[in-house]
């Protein structure tokens, strides 16, 4: 049992934590919130020469109407399968959890827009070879649970050989008119997924979106690749700030549990003069 005046500095330390703890986890909530509102500005209003917001409000001559609702005059709506002129079914073929053959991705391994490879299985098929990844490709779960279907992630490359399985179909944007990145946050987009969805048909257990009606699905759409780049770019910074919070939040939570470890038990001791001489 410490002394009180220890008690009360022990406690004043950790109660400094817990302050510093909960205005970094308000701080990463309010920037999650932020993200999906700079999403919808992003891919409704776009990026203007400056590279700001445009504002329908003060420049409404900057805007039209279209099927979608108000967007930029330079846009243009039509169905995505416009500009993704082609699609691939992933391979059939057993899977097993050996690191022998070539990883094949399933939808499990699509999460935020991204491709994880922390849990793969495996293809021994020579068939497998002759559908493999290239590194920018988009990936759309085609049947799932309603919940699931319709989740798509781009691949970034990570292992020089991988594949996907059927239930996931390759999107191939054309380059001149759609960027894949782009693509990838469109589809994720709750907008978006909330349009397609609406395209699923029941199955026994699960629920399909065909990629023929998927490409039926309306996109508003810069025409400069170069504005479609900025809004992407837009997205990743803010992206970037909200996990420079988050590593923040884990040091803090990993820093408060070491020191309940240490002062708690008197590993570390600590004194009234230091209270004095901390700020």
Known sequence: MPSLPQQRLIAEILDALDKSILTTERLVAKLNR??????????????????????????????????????????????????????????SVPLGFHSTGIPVLRMNNLKDGETDVSDLKYSASATTRRLLLRPGDVLFNRTNSIEHVGR??????????????????????EPARLNNEFLNRWLNWPCTQMRIRRYATPGVHQVNINPTNLRKTMIALPSSISEQVAIVEALVAHEATVAAEVRELTKLRLLKQGLMDDLLTGRVRVTPLLAESTP
């Not at 932020?34 to 805007?63: A, C, S, V, W």
């Not at 059927?166 to 999107?171: F, H, Q």
């Open 34 to 91: 932020m993200k999906q509102g700079l999403l919808h500005d992003l891919l409704t209003r776009g990026i203007d020469e400056n590279g700001g917001l445009r504002d329908p409000e003060q420049y409404p001559e900057h805007f039209k109407d279209s099927p979608l609702g108000m967007i930029p005059k330079m846009w243009s709506v039509l169905p995505l399968g416009d500009v993704v002129p082609h699609v691939a079914y992933g391979v």
């Open 152 to 173: 798509t992630g781009i691949w970034r490359g990570q292992l020089e050989l991988a594949s996907f399985a059927s239930y996931l179909v390759r999107l191939d944007p």
